[in-house]
């Protein structure tokens, strides 16, 4: 079965500076990615899918950004981060091919607090 | 489009009593229902999927969720809480690669 892996667990970082939030995948190959964030008391909102390498859609706009850069890593970024981007981060895979598809599995989640 | 809704946003149930959770969908073919529980500062795991076959499915940690096309519903069930259980409860649905929804979630608080 499959890992889900992000790191750093939790993040405090100032008004304006850079993020890099990272997920890896162990146990499949090929899966479909997802980055989620879920707000205080809401639900979670889709922020980007990648179903391959370097295939990267954005369900939001804003100013994060989302890179794919192996088959089983994927990385959240921002150049300057805003308040509005607190948050619970999370990331999630799915594993297409196989009998236990469209299902996904999610890591343990990244907390974020930008002051 | 596909919606998910949980109707309750705060439930809370002594230990031991019977627990149902509501969850109602919206979408344009047969779908893909989950349950997810996440408990604080975790990731969500899922509790237990509904894709075809008998509604009535089973799920880890003693819950249930019954599948009613004519309601649109999925709701979750669990027939004696434990102190444990006090989380927060996410329905969602979905079928193709990536228009899963989740719902806005359901906290359950568990009274000794």
């Known amino acids: 079965s499959q890992t889900i892996h992000q790191w750093p667990a939790t993040l405090v970082q100032p008004v304006g500076s850079p993020l890099s939030l990272e997920c890896t995948v162990e146990g499949t190959s090929n899966p479909n990615l997802y980055w989620y964030r879920q707000a205080a008391g809401r639900g979670l909102q889709l922020l980007f899918y990648s179903v391959g390498i370097g295939q990267i859609s954005s369900e939001v706009p804003q100013n994060l950004s989302a890179s794919r850069p192996q088959d089983r890593q994927f990385i959240l970024s921002s150049k300057k981060l805003l308040l509005s981007d607190s948050g619970f981060y999370l990331c999630a895979a799915k594993t297409i091919g196989e009998w236990d598809t469209d299902t996904q599995y999610f890591g343990p989640g990244t907390r974020l607090t930008v002051l | 489009a596909q919606s998910v809704t949980q109707p309750d946003i705060h439930i809370t149930v002594s230990e031991g009593a019977s627990l149902e959770l509501r969850c109602n969908y919206s979408?344009?073919?047969?779908?893909?229902l989950f349950w997810y529980v996440q408990s604080p500062g975790q990731g969500l795991q899922l509790l237990l999927k509904y894709f075809s076959g008998d509604t009535l499915v089973q799920g880890i940690k003693g819950f249930e969720a019954e599948f009613k096309r004519s309601q649109s519903s999925f709701n979750l069930r669990k027939p004696s809480v434990h102190w444990s259980d006090a989380a927060e409860y996410f329905c969602?649905?979905?079928?193709?690669?990536?228009?899963?929804?989740f719902g806005a979630g359901t906290r359950l608080t568990v009274k000794p």
């Open positions: 979408y344009g073919a047969t779908p893909y």
């Open positions: 969602a649905v979905g079928r193709n690669n990536n228009d899963m929804r």
